[in-house]
DNA sequence: TATTGCGGGCGCT
DNA sequence: AGCGCCCGCAATA
């Protein structure tokens, strides 16, 4: 309480149809979210429990003078005013609340390979993570990365990569096995989406314990041209991307944007510029703790922990390599490299990017153009493409305390969790986290306490959902920066297009 | 061919 | 009862 003043009001919405606003003080709400709340679930089919702060700024919620708890599994969950930008690579105990226009979160998309898994409830979808394919041998890529793909979603699919010779030239005997995730307490991590008319709540269960495999996008180009077909280069060049695709990557704000969300900028104190940032990225606490959230632990605290700097990635060459006239019209690729030569070619790359490679003697042993662009379509497709997500996975053995804090919020402590390449070190670009936009740029209206506000989504995103009055000039500064941004940081499939 | 969501069913705690 | 997991099915891309 202000001054006498409540804090917050909170609606009861019966069916959509009639509301009770009730004005409350922080004890009264925990009694009515934990106790009210349920027992009128009993009575009503569908009960959404309203939060509409006083303040709407998502910094004076994230200080924690109101901030309603909830569980997926609630009865009823809060209507929120405010909604977390889409991440995702959500890992730990996460709990976020995405706009009902979030396309991606309609979709339940994550980086992670998430599997649907029946917990027998229709209102609550249920994933639990597949982990990550990786080499038996746990080769190293000439950069310094590990291989990582993307298990199939589809059982039959997953079975079928195993087993395969790893793609990496380098990897001498190694197979395609699935490193599963144990980061719950040695099950599975698990992904829970709810729908409700006004949001879409997201609640993760657990940290992952094992590297980030290769983002979608990736292995979606693979299947798109024909995993077991030998490829020609200046095929792969021009090979036309499926619709779903070539919407994915035409979307102007597909990308993520490259603005740190208010809540974060406190973390910006390197002097490192937008793309060539050197120091491990460390959400603040309340990253994951949207307004409303004052139960989660502190992100940095249980997660945050993924090392310490690490050198910047290594660039790739330049586009101007892999022109398709500098290539033989042969096929140049082996079978068993199947997966090296279905990885999407990045033209655009930038040249302005440091081009000392970790391992420069892997191109300078490298005798003809044939192998340059395979080492490329490898790098590119780790780092680049999809695997831009992946390669930027931080390593368990980088996490320090990372993933072991992950059994904190296990019950049961019986589990041990796995060493994952314990014998070294491994090199992972910056970046942890990625906050992707996805929601469409159609307008859409925020219910705010007492009025209404109207934005589009990349301001929404911009801005972290907080302010509805933003800074236009500011705002502008920001999308130019964005544009930029975007521009830099495509995704290499565009070198498909 | 793979993804995604749904749902039945089983075993375990 | 809750959970993890297997399986099959259907719709979709």
Redesign the pocket.
Known sequence: MVGGQPEWDAIFNTEGKKDFILRNSDALSYFILKIVSPLLRNRFNSINLIYCPRSTSRADMSEGTSTPEWDI?DAVVPRVCSFDPFSEWCDGHVRKVYPPACEEA????SGW??????????HI????CLGVLVCSARCRLPDGSRVHL?????????K?QQGKPCPNRLCNGGRLEVQ?CRG??G??V?HF?RHTEHAIFFQA??AHDHPRPEA?GA??VR?SLG?GRRVRADKILTVKP???MAQKHSHPHAQPPPLIPDNQRVQMACTCGPFECSCRWRPEPSTENYAITAWSPPEGQHYGSYGAAIPPAPSLPSQQHYEPSALSTEDIFHPEEIFQLDQPIRLDFPMEENTTLESPPTFADLNNDNSRLEEAYWLDWQRAAGGSESSETPSPELFGSGYQQAEAYCE?QSYMPHAYYPEEAQYYPVENTRQSPAIDMQEQRFYRYGQDCTQNSLDIQTWNYTECAFNPSEATECKQYFDAHHQHSVDSFNGLL
Do not use: F
């Open positions: 599994n309609r979709r339940h998309a390979a998430m599997r649907n898994t029946n917990n027998h409830n229709v979808l249920k994933k639990s993307r298990p199939a979603i589809c059982d039959k699919a997953r079928k599963p719950h307490c099950y599975p698990t989406w269960k657990g979608k292995s979606e299947r995993a499926d619709k779903q049961q």
